[in-house]
C-alpha cells in the first residue's frame, strides 16, 4: 500500500500565507505526479495544484499567481507554498499522488488520496 501523511495547514488571515506538506511512503515503485486538490463545504472537490517528477505543473486559475507548488523527489514530497490568502481559499486541502506500483506481478498507475487538511482563512 501507499500512505500520503499531510502536514501544514490550520488558520491563516486574508493576504498571510500558510504552507502544505505531504509525503508518500511505502510500497510504490515510482511517483509519476504529486499535488493539491481542495473541497470547500457544499462543492466539488477541485484541483489546486499538480506536479510531475519531471516538473510539469498545472496550476488552477484560482489560485495562479498566489499559490506555487514544488517537490522534493528523492523524499517523495510535494509542498503547496500559499500566499495572499483569500477567505475563499477556505476547505480542506487533499493530497493526489499517481504512482506506479506492482500489483499482482504487473506494474500499475495507481491513484492516492491522503486524509485532507483543513486550511481557515478567516480574520
Known amino acids: 500500500q501507499v500512505q500520503l501523511e499531510e502536514s501544514g495547514g490550520g488558520v491563516g488571515q486574508p493576504g498571510g500565507s500558510l504552507r502544505l506538506s505531504c509525503a508518500a511512503s511505502?510500497?510504490?515503485?515510482?511517483?509519476?505526479?504529486m499535488g493539491w486538490y481542495r473541497q470547500a463545504p457544499g462543492k466539488q472537490r477541485e484541483l489546486v495544484a499538480v506536479?510531475?517528477?519531471?516538473?510539469?505543473?498545472n496550476i488552477s486559475d484560482s489560485v495562479k499567481g498566489r499559490f506555487t507548488i514544488s517537490s522534493d523527489n528523492a523524499k517523495n514530497t510535494v509542498y503547496l507554498e500559499m500566499n495572499n490568502l483569500k477567505p475563499a481559499d477556505t476547505a480542506v486541502y487533499y493530497c493526489?499522488?499517481?504512482?506506479?506500483?506492482?500489483?499482482?506481478?504487473?506494474?500499475?498507475?495507481?491513484?492516492?488520496w491522503g486524509q485532507g487538511t483543513q486550511v481557515t482563512v478567516s480574520s
Open positions: 506536479i510531475t517528477t519531471g516538473g510539469t505543473t
Open positions: 511505502g510500497s510504490l515503485l515510482s511517483l509519476n505526479a
Open positions: 493526489y499522488a499517481d504512482v506506479k506500483r506492482i500489483t499482482a506481478a504487473v506494474i500499475r498507475n495507481l491513484e492516492y
